[in-house]
C-alpha cells in the first residue's frame, strides 16, 4: 500500500499569519520545524498499514518541509513547476490514498488564511456549480484516478469543509478559526498525537476505487475586473460579466491544468499592493 500527503502549510499546527508561511522571514523558518512535525506525525500512523508514504510538497515555493528532519521511512517531492502542482504523484500510478496535510478553506469562506491558489485575487471558485477551495479541486482530481481522500487536517473550518467532498475520510482540527489571522491553537505535541492517530485509522480506508472520469465546468471569481482580461488569454477560458471567467473541460485533469494556467497569468498582471 501507498499513501500521498499532499502537503500545505497554512492549515499546519500554529500556522495563524501570512508571515508564518511566506518563504524567508524569521516566523516562516520558525515554523518549518511544526510543519515537519504534522508531516511526521501522519507518517508515523500512515505506515503502520502502508508500505510507502511519498510527500508532495504543496505550499508556495513547494520547498519549506525539512527534509533533514523528515521520517527516513518517506520519500518526498520538492520544487516547483511540477505537472499536477499540488497533487504531483496522484498520476503515476500505485497510490491507494491521499491525505490533505495543513489545507485550509478556499477563498471567500472563513478559515484561517483561507484563499484558492493564489493568496489575494481570486474571491471565489465553483467547481460545477459547487463552491470549491483547493481541497474539492484536489479530491476531484484525485477521484479521476481512483485514489480516494482518506485524512485532511486544518484548521476546523478546513475539516467541516472537507465533509462535503470527503464525506469518508478522517479530519483533524490543528486549530480552531478565530479570524482570518487568528486561531486558537493546540501545542505541536498535542496535535502530532492526534494526526498520528488519526493516520492510522485513515490508512485502513486506503484502497483504489473505480475512477470517476467527467467533463467540468469551472468559474472564477476575481477582485479586480482587469484580471479577468488577462485570464482570458488562456484558450478556452470565457469572461462571463463582471469580474468572473469560465471554461470547460473533458476531465478533471485538463481542467486542473487549465485553472493552473490561469492563475500564473493572473499572478504576473498583479502589481505591488493595487491588484
Same mark, same amino acid.
Given at each position: ?27 516562516? @523558518? ?5 510543519f ?6 501522519a ?24 527534509? /533533514?528532519?523528515l ?18 504523484g ?49 479530491? *476531484?482530481? *484525485? ?5 480516494p !481522500? ?18 469518508e ?13 487568528? *486561531? ?13 492517530? *488519526?493516520?492510522?485509522?485513515?490508512? @485502513? ?19 479586480? @475586473? ?6 482570458? !488569454? ?5 469572461? /462571463? ?6 471554461? /470547460?473541460?473533458?476531465?478533471?485533469? /485538463? ?16 502589481? @505591488?499592493?493595487?491588484?
Amino acid at each position: 500500500m501507498r499513501i500521498l500527503v499532499s502537503a500545505d502549510m497554512e492549515g499546519a499546527t500554529g500556522v495563524t499569519c501570512p508571515a508564518d508561511v511566506l518563504p524567508g522571514g524569521p516566523a516562516w @523558518e520558525r515554523m518549518r520545524p511544526v510543519f515537519t512535525g504534522d508531516v511526521n506525525a501522519a507518517v508515523a500512523g500512515l505506515l503502520v498499514w502502508a508500505e510507502t508514504v511519498l510527500v508532495n510538497e504543496a505550499h508556495w515555493t513547494m520547498r519549506n518541509l525539512l527534509l /533533514e528532519r523528515l521520517d527516513r521511512r518517506a520519500t518526498m517531492i520538492t520544487g516547483r513547476h511540477k505537472p499536477l502542482s499540488m497533487m504531483e504523484g496522484v498520476q503515476y500510478g500505485g497510490i491507494d490514498g491521499v491525505v490533505f496535510l495543513g489545507y485550509h478553506a478556499g477563498a471567500g469562506s472563513g478559515g484561517v488564511l483561507a484563499h484558492t491558489y493564489l493568496a489575494n485575487s481570486i474571491t471565489g471558485v465553483w467547481l460545477d456549480g459547487e463552491r470549491a477551495g483547493e481541497g474539492r479541486l484536489n479530491a *476531484a482530481l *484525485a477521484a479521476e484516478f481512483g485514489v480516494p !481522500v482518506i485524512l485532511v487536517t486544518g484548521d476546523d473550518k478546513t475539516v467541516e469543509d472537507a465533509s462535503g467532498y470527503a464525506p469518508e475520510a478522517l479530519g483533524v482540527a490543528v486549530k480552531r478559526y478565530v479570524s482570518r489571522y487568528a *486561531a486558537e491553537c493546540r501545542t505541536p505535541e498535542a496535535t502530532a498525537l492526534d494526526i498520528t492517530a *488519526a493516520a492510522e485509522g485513515a490508512a @485502513e480506508l486506503a484502497g483504489r476505487v473505480d475512477p470517476v472520469v467527467l467533463p467540468h465546468r469551472f468559474e472564477i471569481e476575481f477582485d479586480a @475586473e482587469h484580471l479577468v482580461g488577462a485570464a482570458t !488569454v488562456v484558450p478556452g477560458v470565457e469572461a /462571463e460579466g463582471g469580474r468572473r471567467v469560465s471554461y /470547460e473541460s473533458a476531465t478533471m485533469y /485538463e481542467g486542473i491544468r487549465c485553472f493552473k494556467a490561469v492563475t500564473t497569468v493572473v499572478s504576473a498582471a498583479v502589481e @505591488e499592493q493595487y491588484g
